[in-house]
């Protein structure tokens, strides 16, 4: 499966971005969706995932209250807002999908998204 992402940019501190991945390939119903993250010269972190029933999400501690992850299997894509963003939450974002939580075969090329001060 194909997965891309799109709606990375650049926003001020406090602002707000709302990040869509598009499957092709085949349908992502059924399949655990998450997203990642990636700062320079630092690790890939896990940000948020969702079970494939759309009924169970799960937030890294540092988006919690911050960010909502949804997912629409009509339209084979799954999103991410973020609100009040931070400097800090500047990276790379990744979309991913497994059969199981934490085990992501699946793997996006990345949009970037860069919060200034």
């Known amino acids: 499966v194909l997965l891309v992402e799109s709606g990375g940019g650049s926003v001020q501190d406090g602002g707000s971005l709302r990040l869509s991945c598009a499957a092709s390939?085949?349908?992502?119903?059924?399949?655990?969706l998450a997203w990642f993250r990636q700062a320079p010269g630092l690790e890939r972190d896990f940000v948020a995932a969702?079970?494939?029933?759309?009924?169970?999400?799960y937030y890294a501690d540092f988006m919690k209250g911050r960010s909502t992850i949804d997912r629409d299997d009509a339209g084979n894509s799954v999103y991410l807002q973020m609100n009040n963003l931070r400097p800090e939450d500047t990276a790379v974002y990744y979309c991913?999908?497994?059969?199981?939580?934490?085990?992501?075969?699946?793997w996006g090329q990345g949009t970037q998204v860069t919060v200034s001060s």
């Open positions: 969702i079970s494939w029933s759309g009924r169970s999400t």
């Open positions: 390939g085949r349908t992502l119903s059924r399949l655990v």
């Open positions: 991913a999908a497994g059969y199981s939580l934490g085990k992501y075969i699946y």
